[in-house]
T-cell receptor
Framework: SQKIEQNSEALNIQEGKTATLTCNYT??????LQWYRQDPGRGPVFLLL?????KEKRKERLKVTFDTTLKQSLFHITASQPADSATYLC??????????FGKGTSLLVTP | DAGVIQSPRHEVTEMGQEVTLRCKPI?????LFWYRQTMMRGLELLIY????????DSGMPEDRFSAKMPNASFSTLKIQPSEPRDSAVYFC???FGDGTGRAFFGQGTRLTVV
């Protein structure tokens, strides 16, 4: 079955460092990958989209890559802040618009 | 726009009872999705609609689950009869068919079946 896999272990980093989260996909080839942020008790909020023909996308302190050879996306937050602490979800999609989500990785940024 | 609106925010019901979850998508969006989130399984797609028509309901776990979209501004997800294993957070999301697939989520309904 089509799978999006994210590291289930929480990522703890110090403020100011770069956080890197990993997303791997198996058994299919998504046309695009998306990253969402989810805070406790809230719905996911869209952050970035990257298409299969794009290597890298940036938005402010965020950077996402898409490696179709490794079947992997990396999500980076540079100069991390405690306010970046949340769960980050990776999702893959194709022309049908329905997204296939990973279980998310929890990020904790400590001062 | 107020975003995707779901109601109720919390629902506690007894096993065997009927539960109806409601969703108002963002005006102008032509895709509507129902997801279920649990710690064990993460976010699972249950069903989605395009222009009020169900496109894929393969994620609906059992016949106890049904969803309708009578018009562009309203959708329901019904569970009848409910069971304790249905306890989860149910999210509704909508998107505009612009090729990005970017989804806008509601706040979710936390369902507890006792």
């Amino acid at each position: 079955s089509q799978k999006i896999e994210q590291n289930s272990e929480a990522l703890n980093i110090q403020e100011g460092k770069t956080a890197t989260l990993t997303c791997n996909y198996t058994n299919y080839s998504p046309a695009y990958l998306q990253w969402y942020r989810q805070d406790p008790g809230r719905g996911p909020v869209f952050l970035l989209l990257i298409r299969e023909n794009e290597k890298e996308k940036r938005k402010e302190r965020l950077k996402v890559t898409f490696d179709t050879t490794l079947k992997q996306s990396l999500f980076h937050i540079t100069a991390s802040q405690p306010a970046d602490s949340a769960t980050y979800l990776c999702a893959g999609g194709n022309s049908g618009y329905a997204l296939n989500f990973g279980k998310g990785t929890s990020l904790l940024v400590t001062p | 726009d107020a975003g995707v609106i779901q109601s109720p925010r919390h629902e506690v019901t007894e096993m065997g009872q009927e539960v109806t979850l409601r969703c108002k998508p963002i005006s102008g969006h032509d895709y509507l999705f129902w997801y279920r989130q649990t710690m064990m399984r993460g976010l699972e797609l249950l069903i989605y609609f395009n222009n009020n028509v169900p496109i894929d309901d393969s994620g609906m776990p059992e016949d106890r689950f049904s969803a309708k979209m009578p018009n562009a501004s309203f959708s329901t997800l019904k569970i009848q009869p409910s069971e304790p294993r249905d306890s989860a957070v149910y999210f509704c999301a909508s998107s505009f068919g612009d090729g990005t697939g970017r989804a806008f989520f509601g706040q979710g309904t936390r369902l507890t079946v006792v």
